[in-house]
T-cell receptor
Framework: AQTVTQSQPEMSVQEAETVTLSCTYDTSESDYYLFWYKQPPSRQMILVIRQEAYKQQNATENRFSVNFQKAAKSFSLKISDSQLGDAAMYFCAYRSGGGYNFNKFYFGSGTKLNVKP | DSGVTQTPKHLITATGQRVTLRCSPRSGDLSVYWYQQSLDQGLQFLIQYYNGEERAKGNILERFSAQQFPDLHSELNLSSLELGDSALYFC????????????FGNGTRLTVT
């Protein structure tokens, strides 16, 4: 089965600074999709950004961008100009592109991001 | 708004009791997933349904069961409740396309006393 690893249980960043959250995954599949979710203190799960494995271009959504390194099986999230509202738990997720594991999602254990004013 | 509706938002019950959590997926989504999240913990996958059929099982206890009905709403039944079952239970739905993310409901917060 695929595994997703977030090696940083907790991180801190100063407001207006940039922070990068790490995510690695283990798979033998060539077709898959990657996602980052944000869970603020309200505990809603909010989709932040998605990346298709077949695309070389890194996805970007406003202040959020990813660094997708397919060969290294790495999918990090960069948050620029951090804001207090970015304080949350962030989860990395993997979805198979087809085959037996289609429709299955695998989540990392999460990284808690603190934003200091 | 994700389009996924979960009821109730909060549930307080006693040990040994049985409860039912309900989920309505986004319009057009055939897959429903249930997750359990204890305080300050990650997401534990419980079970997945696709168009009424069970597709995958995770770490779901025998005391827990679920089903998906013809109208695609789903229910998660938790019985013989224990203190350790206190958690946030999420329902999520997804399209049957590989690039479709999970869309989460706001969760049901279960407290077992």
């Amino acid at each position: 089965a695929q595994t997703v690893t977030q090696s940083q249980p907790e991180m801190s960043v100063q407001e207006a600074e940039t922070v990068t959250l790490s995510c690695t995954y283990d798979t033998s599949e060539s077709d898959y999709y990657l996602f980052w979710y944000k869970q603020p203190p309200s505990r809603q799960m909010i989709l932040v950004i998605r990346q298709e494995a077949y695309k070389q271009q890194n996805a970007t959504e406003n202040r959020f961008s990813v660094n997708f390194q397919k060969a290294a099986k790495s999918f990090s999230l960069k948050i620029s100009d951090s804001q207090l509202g970015d304080a949350a738990m962030y989860f990395c997720a993997y979805r198979s592109g087809g085959g037996y594991n289609f429709n299955k999602f695998y989540f990392g254990s999460g990284t808690k991001l603190n934003v200091k004013p | 708004d994700s389009g996924v509706t979960q009821t109730p938002k909060h549930l307080i019950t006693a040990t040994g009791q049985r409860v039912t959590l309900r989920c309505s997926p986004r319009s057009g989504d055939l897959s429903v997933y249930w997750y359990q999240q204890s305080l300050d913990q990650g997401l534990q996958f419980l079970i997945q349904y696709y168009n009424g059929e069970e597709r995958a099982k995770g770490n779901i206890l025998e005391r827990f069961s679920a089903q998906q009905f013809p109208d695609l709403h789903s229910e998660l039944n938790l019985s013989s409740l224990e203190l350790g079952d206190s958690a946030l239970y999420f329902c999520a739905s997804s399209r049957d396309r590989a690039n479709s993310p999970l869309h989460f409901g706001n969760g049901t917060r279960l407290t077992v006393t």
